[in-house]
């Protein structure tokens, strides 16, 4: 692994992607014209129709970009009556009713959330059967989770679910998260400084070089920090409230972009301990 100075450093700054806008909100009012055989019948219409190559369902990111831009997909892959929860209230939504979501996909970049670089494994994993897609409303302290699993091969939308963050095992690093996303002095507070920098070196894709760079550097190169929502996939990864580390990464979608925050707890506060920029 090579050193970079800070001089290199600075040649190599980038223009950080910006931060698109969520996806549309479910329709999840209560329906009472469709009925569940009309729905059946709908599907059986729909299969049909679909050319759906054998090997989309092996990892659940090939079938979600197709889930999330397929239209007549997304009605074959959704469970209905879809089941829809909101805090307490449990409601279905009906084929008739079902609103085309594209989920993250519309994004230039989404968000994961893991307790430790082993755990970041879980998405490469190709026997996950049960894959949690959240929307996280840091302004709010709610989420919306769309439960997706695979039953005979085949992934479908099982439910979506609206609840608050509270008691949630992410709960205080979320809050930290969104106070240092909107609040340049407190995010200059908890950033460590020299603060370790990864990044890939540019007369070698297949190397990396590491540097330590100043607080106002780490301004200068950071990524677009979500606002008001994030979003998270849990394959399956373990979440604990007493974990001593957060890594949130940010992804591309087809991009080849990649950005990875660590963040470290020491004494009940958090700090950006280090930062990868791995885009290519």
Known sequence: MKTLSIGIIVLLLFGACSNGQGAKRVNSGVVTVDSVAADSV???SVRAMMDVPENLDET?????????????????????????????????????????????????????????????????KTDVNRVYVSWLFLDTSKTRRYHFERVNGRWMLEDIEETSLKNDPNEDFLQFFYKFCNDSIFQREHVESPLKFVTTDPDDDFNVMEAFIEVDQWFAFRPNLPRDKMTNINYGQPYSPSSK?????????GSG????????????????SSFEDLSN
């Open 60 to 124: 659940f990111d090939d079938f979600v970009y197709t889930y999330a831009s397929d239209k007549q997909f997304q009605l074959y892959r959704t469970h209905f009556p879809l089941l829809y929860k909101e805090d307490s209230v449990q409601t279905t939504i009906a084929r008739s009713a079902w609103i085309h979501d594209a989920l993250y996909t519309n994004l230039e970049f989404y968000n994961m959330l893991f307790d430790s670089e082993p755990d970041m494994e879980y998405e490469k």
């Open 42 to 44: 709908a599907a059986d």
């Open 245 to 253: 580390e957060k890594i949130v990464t940010f992804r591309g979608i």
């Open 257 to 272: 972009y990649s950005n990875t925050l660590f963040f470290s707890r020491k004494h009940d506060e958090w700090y950006l």
